[in-house]
T-cell receptor, first 114, second 111 residues
Framework: KNQVEQSPQSLIILEGKNCTLQ??????????LRWYKQDTGRGPVSLTI?????NTKSNGRYTATLDADTKQSSLHITASQLSDSASYIC?????????????FGTGTRLQVTL | NAGVTQTPKFQVLKTGQSMTLQCAQD?????MYWYRQDPGMGLRLIYY???????DKGEVPNGYNVSRLNKREFSLRLESAAPSQTSVYFC??????????FGPGTRLTVL
C-alpha cells in the first residue's frame, strides 16, 4: 500500500481559476515533504520543500502547506495558466545515512483549459 | 550545465535481450538513483548509489544491475529483459540528503 496518497487523481479547471491538491502520508520517520511538477514526457522538477517545522512555503503562484500532526499537505495553485497542465507529485523523504529515500505519491493530473 | 542526462530516450527490446541505460550528471553530486515509473503508481526506487564506489538495492531491484562508473555516471543494466520491465526509467542525483534532480527519462518497451 502506497504510503503517500494524493487526491484528486485528476482535475480540469479553467485558466485563471485557483485549485488545491491534497496529499496524505503515513511515511515515518519524516524528514521533509516536497511537491514536484512533472510535464508530460519529462522528469519531475521540484516546486517546494518543507521540513516538519514549516507550515507553508511559496514558489510564485504555488503555495504548499504542511500539517505534520495530521500528516497532510496541500498544494494551492493561484491564477492557473495553461502551462500549469502537468502531474503534481507529493514526495515524502526519509534520510537514511548519506542518501535520501523518497516515497512518491501517484500524482494529480491537472489540466488547465481555455 | 546540462544537469542529469540519460540515453537513450526510447528503446524497444525483445524478451530476453539485454541493454544498459546510461545516466550522467555534471552537478558534482555524491548520490545517484534509478527509478521506474508505471501508470497508476508512484516512482519506485530500483537502485541507488550514496557515493562513488557504493550501490544499494531499492524497492524493486529484481532483474536489474547497476554500476557506479565514477562520480558522474551511474548505469542500469537489464540482463534479460521481460515485458514486466516495460516502463519509463528515470535517473536522479542529489547532494547528500538534499533535493533530487531528475533526468528526462528513458521510455522502454519490452515485447
Amino acid at each position: 500500500k502506497n504510503q503517500v496518497e494524493q487526491s484528486p487523481q485528476s482535475l480540469i479547471i479553467l485558466e485563471g481559476k485557483n485549485c488545491t491538491l491534497q496529499c496524505n502520508y503515513t511515511v515515518s520517520p519524516f524528514s521533509n515533504l516536497r511537491w514536484y511538477k512533472q510535464d508530460t514526457g519529462r522528469g519531475p522538477v521540484s516546486l517546494t520543500i518543507m521540513t516538519f517545522s514549516e507550515n507553508t512555503k511559496s514558489n510564485g503562484r504555488y503555495t504548499a502547506t504542511l500539517d505534520a500532526d495530521t500528516k497532510q499537505s496541500s498544494l494551492h495553485i493561484t491564477a492557473s495558466q495553461l502551462s500549469d497542465s502537468a502531474s503534481y507529485i507529493c514526495v515524502v523523504s526519509v534520510i537514511t545515512g548519506t542518501a535520501s529515500k523518497l516515497t512518491f505519491g501517484t500524482g494529480t493530473r491537472l489540466q488547465v483549459t481555455l | 550545465n546540462a544537469g542529469v542526462t540519460q540515453t537513450p530516450k526510447f528503446q524497444v527490446l525483445k524478451t530476453g535481450q539485454s541493454m544498459t541505460l546510461q545516466c550522467a550528471q555534471d552537478m558534482n553530486h555524491n548520490s545517484m538513483y534509478w527509478y521506474r515509473q508505471d501508470p497508476g503508481m508512484g516512482l519506485r526506487l530500483i537502485y541507488y548509489s550514496a557515493s562513488e564506489g557504493t550501490t544499494d538495492k531499492g524497492e524493486v531491484p529484481n532483474g536489474y544491475n547497476v554500476s557506479r562508473l565514477n562520480k558522474r555516471e551511474f548505469s542500469l543494466r537489464l540482463e534479460s529483459a521481460a515485458p514486466s520491465q516495460t516502463s519509463v526509467y528515470f535517473c536522479a542525483s542529489s547532494r547528500q540528503g538534499n533535493e533530487q534532480f531528475f533526468g528526462p527519462g528513458t521510455r522502454l518497451t519490452v515485447l
